[in-house]
Nanobody, 126 residues
Framework: QVQLVESGGGLVQAGGSLRLSCAASGRTFSMYSMGWFRQAPGKEREFVGAINWSGGSTYYVDSVKGRFTISRDNAKNRLYLQMNSLKPEDTAVYYC???????????????????WGQGTQVTVSS
């Protein structure tokens, strides 16, 4: 059974930083692309960024480029999201998700993310 568990969320002032973690179990983590998504109250879920199976390729939504960094530690089955220069509009529940195809590309449609975590709340105060 595949499990993804996010942690690291919390309350931070604008301009601050947080590092989210996603612990994966139940499949060979290192074979799959991983993504981060977020959902703010009253809004649809939004893609944040993704990383390929090796960690050698990443891409991000324009609104977080230069502020957020995705990384992974395949030896520890961990995915990370370093968030710097946080803004109130970054407030959301953040989710990690795993792609469905082994050794797939970094850029995959949302429908191809197979397993999702339960989310962690990030609140940025102004």
């Amino acid at each position: 059974q595949v499990q993804l568990v996010e942690s690291g969320g919390g309350l931070v002032q604008a301009g601050g930083s947080l590092r989210l973690s996603c612990a994966a179990s139940g499949r060979t983590f290192s074979m799959y692309s991983m993504g981060w998504f977020r959902q703010a109250p009253g809004k649809e879920r939004e893609f944040v960024g993704a990383i390929n199976w090796s960690g050698g390729s990443t891409y991000y939504v324009d609104s977080v480029k230069g502020r957020f960094t995705i990384s992974r530690d395949n030896a520890k089955n961990r995915l990370y999201l370093q968030m710097n220069s946080l803004k109130p509009e970054d407030t959301a529940v953040y989710y990690c998700a795993t792609g469905s195809r082994p050794y797939g590309t970094t850029r995959i449609p949302e429908r191809e993310y197979e397993y999702w975590g339960q989310g962690t709340q990030v609140t940025v105060s102004s």
